[in-house]
């Protein structure tokens, strides 16, 4: 039986809580008065569905079942984890949890995604809500701030970690958390440098995107300053540059006044910015970059990448394709992938099967512990052949058959499934068996050598291909 949320609040961050359970295979249950609560929700689900799965190379879950309540008690009824995340008034969070603790079941987590009241706050009512404040968009980012009982928010945590997301518990509570405080304080600053005339809204987003932005996005901040000391490192860096802490460079400790002037100004000057663009092309444009930025963080598992390669990991990747096959990789098409026509290019066609090549590799043994030991597979030679196009968003099943392994050579053929009864594409695949301490050819011996002859024999009753291009023998 599914797992089910239950969602109080259907938000920018109540949506984004949505999808990121639903796109994990858990049914999910809104509670919103809201009459455009469904509308809104699709469509920030209609985002996620274009973004989330093409940060991974195995299939999500099957998504869950969606379902809207006009009755908060049925919501929650047989939920294993209530998010409220209805508007930062400490009154209206009252109510709200009172109402959930009366209808929910006793075991479940009760999370509150609130940026700024503390869990001693909430359940001032005798609620038992830990907070579980996540960042937008929630589908994507995988922080997640846990503060309350310890219990909780150690039962929290491993729930999170199954739908990718990234636990972090404070030690103790605090107003606005950990992350809301450094944010705090850049928009304070950004507040006086608009103010001051010494910079618009555009330029210091460019500040931030252009330069320290893509830093702290894999290191953060005391590991970016690390690296600032030299060699030296962090205590030559504090030498350095702790005097400037005395020095009136900020106006932290100085708030200028929240007044009509000051909004006309900032909100004038985003307008000119970002106007001539929808909410929700920004957002596309939003996810299309994070997914970018994280895909690449994956390849070295630093910082968010290092979150989405665990739980990559986790998802299960095996069992035959349409056509009774090993399935080798399994991926929704990202933004990334397609060129200035709208579909996959050539590039993307060679990574994918050389991803599906590898896990091919790995499945007779010749994995990373293999190469660490000094054997490996090189390519020498790859056919390609395309049938259909394959788009933005398209979900692609990878299926690799063995043609041949007669000692130093590994002949496959990767097919790319979209759903129809015939491949989009195939990918013929001539690898050689190398010792990279000689960088010679040479044949396979142990188990990768059996497992590949197995492979061969197993696959040699499957349709081949109706034209055959590598390894024939040259006239």
């Not at 304080?185 to 001051?196: C, G, I, N, S, T």
């Not at 962090?234 to 009136?248: D, E, K, S, Y």
């Not at 299309?288 to 990559?312: F, P, Q």
């Not at 197993?458 to 349709?463: E, G, I, L, W, Y």
Request: charged share 25%; hydrophobic share 45%.
């Amino acid at each position: 039986m599914g797992r089910k949320a239950a969602i109080i609040g259907g938000g920018v961050i109540g949506g984004g809580w949505a999808a990121r359970f639903l796109l994990n295979g858990w049914d999910v249950a809104v509670f919103d008065p809201d009459p455009e609560a469904a509308r809104k929700i699709g469509e920030v689900l209609a985002n996620a569905r274009r973004s989330l799965p093409g940060l991974y190379e195995r299939a999500l879950p099957p998504e869950g079942v969606l379902s809207y309540h006009s009755d908060l008690a049925e919501a929650v009824a047989g939920a294993d984890w209530v998010q409220e995340s209805v508007p930062e008034r400490l009154d209206l969070k009252h109510g709200v949890l009172t109402r959930i603790m009366a209808a929910a079941p006793a075991d479940a987590v009760i999370g509150s995604s609130t940026s700024g009241f503390k869990p001693s706050e909430l359940n001032e009512k005798g609620a038992r809500a830990i907070v579980a404040h996540p960042f937008n968009p929630v589908y994507l980012l995988p922080l997640v701030e846990l503060v309350g009982a310890s219990d909780q928010t150690a039962k929290a945590a491993d729930i999170l970690r199954t739908i990718g997301m990234f636990p972090l518990t404070l030690r103790k509570e605090i107003d606005a958390h950990i992350a809301d405080r450094f944010l705090e304080a850049v928009w304070r600053e950004a507040l006086w440098l608009v103010k001051d005339g010494i910079a618009t809204t555009e330029e210091i987003d460019e500040a931030i995107r252009m330069g320290f932005g893509l830093r702290w996005a894999q290191m953060g901040l005391f590991e970016t300053y690390r690296i600032a000391g030299g060699e030296a490192g962090m205590r030559h860096f504090l030498a350095q540059f702790g005097p400037c802490l005395t020095w009136p460079w900020t106006k932290l400790m100085d708030v200028p006044d929240f007044n009509d002037a000051l909004v006309d100004l900032i909100a004038g000057q985003s307008d000119a910015q970002s106007g001539h663009r929808s909410i929700r092309d920004l957002e596309r444009l939003r996810d299309e970059n994070l997914v970018g930025i994280m895909r690449a963080l994956k390849r070295t598992g630093s910082g968010a990448g290092g979150v989405i390669r665990a739980h990559e990991q986790s998802l299960p990747l095996g069992g035959t394709g349409p056509d009774g096959l090993p399935v080798t990789l399994d991926i929704q098409v990202p933004t990334s992938f397609v060129d200035y026509n709208g579909h996959m290019n050539e590039a993307r066609y060679m990574e994918v099967a050389s991803r599906a090549s590898d896990r091919f590799m790995a499945m007779v043994g010749a994995d990373d512990a293999y190469i660490a030991g000094g054997f490996s597979y090189f390519t020498a030679e790859n056919h390609i052949r395309y049938f259909a196009e394959i788009a933005i968003g398209d979900r692609v099943t990878v299926t690799t058959q063995a043609l041949g392994g007669d000692g130093r050579k590994l002949h496959l053929l990767n097919r790319f499934w979209t759903g129809g009864e015939t491949p989009a594409a195939t990918v013929e695949t001539l690898l050689l068996h190398v010792d990279l301490s000689t960088r010679r050819v040479v044949a396979p011996e142990g188990p990768v050598a059996e497992r590949t002859a197995a492979y061969v024999a197993a696959h040699a009753d499957h349709p081949r291909p109706d034209r055959i291009v590598l390894n024939q023998p040259r006239g």
